[in-house]
T-cell receptor, first 109, second 113 residues
Framework: DQQVKQNSPSLSVQEGRISILNCDYTNSMFDYFLWYKKYPAEGPTFLISISSIKDKNEDGRFTVFLNKSAKHLSLHIVPSQPGDSAVYFCAARNTPLVFGKGTRLSVIA | DTGVSQDPRHKITKRGQNVTFRCDPI?????LYWYRQTLGQGPEFLTYFQNEAQLEKSRLLSDRFSAERPKGSFSTLEIQRTEQGDSAMYLC???????????FGPGTRLTVL
């Protein structure tokens, strides 16, 4: 039973455009949501998070939106840069973290 | 720098051998987590510690696996009688001061031949 789902295994975006990565969850007890970026042979790097009591959090080029009624969150990256190419994981907290399977983002110059 | 180091970064072993991994978080953070990541999957929770107490273990942690955090600082994860299915990236994470974020180390890549 997958509690956190990232239904798009991959996404390609042109440099300078917006990247939108999506995530759905099933467990209403999750109180915090996080996005991580991962390069091969490295550990996940924390990007941005959002509490379940908020609907938006912004940090530079990264914005996370949370729609609790739909149990859906998304990560927006604007503008996308080639260095953003990596695998992005959505995670939800109910101590511990529950991760999705990831979305591979390719930003094309 | 995430404040978490792991050693070794890579380990190749033969099936049936025992292996031990170490995780060193910066000292003032109390909660420490172990995860495992296999190809095409996100990290999966194994176990976590509050200081030296092991508070939760997942069903993934078979009796061949044991983890310790003897002084509430560094932690070790041992796998006995390794199997090919144990091949994975083993990740350690520390909890942030606000307890709302986990910061991961670089991981230990295990290959069981």
């Amino acid at each position: 039973d997958q509690q956190v789902k990232q239904n798009s295994p991959s996404l390609s975006v042109q440099e300078g455009r917006i990247s939108i990565l999506n995530c759905d969850y099933t467990n209403s007890m999750f109180d915090y949501f996080l996005w991580y970026k991962k390069y091969p042979a490295e550990g996940p790097t924390f990007l941005i998070s959002i509490s379940s009591i908020k609907d938006k959090n912004e940090d530079g080029r990264f914005t996370v939106f949370l729609n609790k009624s739909a149990k859906h969150l998304s990560l927006h990256i604007v503008p996308s840069q080639p260095g953003d190419s990596a695998v992005y994981f959505c995670a939800a907290r109910n101590t511990p973290l529950v991760f999705g399977k990831g979305t591979r983002l390719s930003v094309i110059a | 720098d995430t404040g978490v180091s792991q050693d070794p970064r890579h380990k190749i072993t033969k099936r049936g051998q025992n292996v031990t991994f170490r995780c060193d978080p910066i000292s003032e953070h109390n909660r420490l987590y172990w995860y495992r990541q296999t190809l095409g999957q996100g990290p999966e929770f194994l176990t976590y510690f509050q200081n030296e107490a092991q508070l939760e273990k997942s069903r993934l942690l078979s009796d061949r696996f044991s983890a310790e955090r003897p002084k509430g600082s560094f932690s070790t994860l041992e796998i006995q009688r390794t199997e090919q299915g144990d091949s994975a990236m083993y990740l350690c994470a520390r909890e942030g001061l606000a307890r709302d974020t986990q910061y991961f180390g670089p991981g230990t890549r295990l290959t069981v031949l």
